[in-house]
Nanobody, 122 residues
Framework: QVQLVESGGGLVQPGGSLRLSCAAS????????MAWYRQAPGKQRALVAA???????NYAESMKGRFTISRDNAKNTVDLQMNSLKPEDTAVYYC????????????????WGQGTQVTVSS
């Protein structure tokens, strides 16, 4: 069984920055890719960014250049640094793991965190 615990959400003004963290525990966690998804009100959950155990990353197109995913394999944590935040980034952000990249892409694992709310508003 894998457990994921997110932290770091909150309210931030447009143009501001926020850093999310996710701590993972359980078997084989260190071998899985880890990822962040988000779900805005009335929309489907969508991939934000993913990273393999070797540091290979995969970003949604609209996040490139603003968001950075990083990982600490020793601590089994994954962070998401979000810069130049926009109101449309408002969503619940979820940590995910449980599988690896296939053909350079991450399609989502079976394990989810509880989610952390990010609100971008003035």
């Amino acid at each position: 069984q894998v457990q994921l615990v997110e932290s770091g959400g909150g309210l931030v003004q447009p143009g501001g920055s926020l850093r999310l963290s996710c701590a993972a525990s359980g078997r084989f966690v260190s071998t899985y890719a880890m990822a962040w998804y988000r779900q805005a009100p009335g929309k489907q959950r969508a991939l934000v960014a993913a990273i393999t155990q070797f540091g290979i990353t995969n970003y949604a197109e609209s996040m490139k250049g603003r968001f950075t995913i990083s990982r600490d394999n020793a601590k089994n944590t994954v962070d998401l640094q979000m810069n130049s935040l926009k109101p449309e980034d408002t969503a619940v952000y979820y940590c995910n793991t449980g599988t690896i990249f296939y053909n350079g892409r991450y399609s989502g694992g079976n394990y989810w965190g509880q989610g952390t709310q990010v609100t971008v508003s003035s």
